[in-house]
């Protein structure tokens, strides 16, 4: 599934949008999802494109809240303005 925005620098926006994109296709929260720019994907030389997002697991709440859950794959997360988190 493909899903394109207009503005692939806004980190924020687009992490939101994952998120819900996410949620609503009913994705495990055990899932994660990538957000990939248009022109690095279209610039791959192998099968797959390092991701400039990814939409981490989540865990529900009491409140009906979501909590972004520790990233354990090789991938790393990338935040807002493109800073690795650990």
Do not use: C
């Amino acid at each position: 599934v493909a899903l394109w925005t207009r503005d692939s620098t806004q980190d924020d926006a687009n992490m939101k949008i994952g998120q819900i994109l996410k949620a609503k296709l009913g994705i495990p929260d055990s899932e994660t999802i990538r957000y990939e720019i248009h022109k690095d994907s279209a610039a791959r030389t192998g099968s797959s494109v390092k991701p400039h997002l990814v939409i981490p697991s989540t865990i529900n709440n009491m409140n009906g809240t979501a909590r972004t859950r520790k990233f354990s794959n090789n991938l790393p997360h990338i935040g807002p303005n493109n800073q690795k988190s650990e």
